[in-house]
């Protein structure tokens, strides 16, 4: 946290933005159905579950923002590990809900919330652009010992240093 505290004071001096950190999980074996069967077993898009089965000690909850097409929805669990904007329990919950519905390559709720998504993407797009794909980098990728250094990035052209990248 103290680098993201860093970079905000060269934007501007003394700005100290407050922020709320969480945790995603979609990896667990955790399934919610409904009790009398409907909608092929699956509980509603927006059903959150703070209660009985999450930890006594966390501020975790289970959210199952989206439809499933097919087969079973798994809903994500959230870890909420600080949150310095004060949105409490409900607060919380909803505006995860609402983040569900503004990922841009989908016109329905998805499973996590859409900056996830995005960093995803930009993780795999940074890949993509790295032009050191030596043994090093794929052994610093894996997680094994080797050169320490971090993947440099190719040579682009100059007139994409102002442009956006799509999505």
Request: proline share 4%; hydrophobic share 40%.
């Amino acid at each position: 946290m103290a680098a993201e505290l860093q970079a905000c004071s060269q934007l501007e001096e003394g700005y100290r933005p407050r922020v709320v950190y969480l945790v995603v999980q979609k990896r667990h074996n955790v399934r919610f159905f409904t009790a009398d069967g409907s909608n092929k077993g699956n509980v509603a898009p927006g059903t959150v579950v703070d209660h009985t089965i999450v930890s006594p000690w966390l501020f975790d909850f289970y959210l199952n923002s989206h439809a499933a097409i097919i087969g079973t929805s798994k809903a994500a669990r959230y870890i909420c590990l600080l949150d310095e904007l004060g949105f409490g329990s409900d607060g919380l919950q909803t505006f995860t809900n609402w983040l569900c519905y503004l990922y841009c390559r989908c016109a329905r709720a998805v499973s996590i919330v859409a900056p996830v998504y995005y960093a995803h993407l930009l993780a795999f797009r940074a890949r993509r652009l790295s032009d050191d794909v030596s043994e090093d980098s794929a052994s610093l990728r894996s997680g094994s010992s080797g050169s320490s250094s971090v993947p440099r990035f190719g040579q682009y052209a100059p007139q994409l240093d102002s442009k956006m990248f799509f999505v």
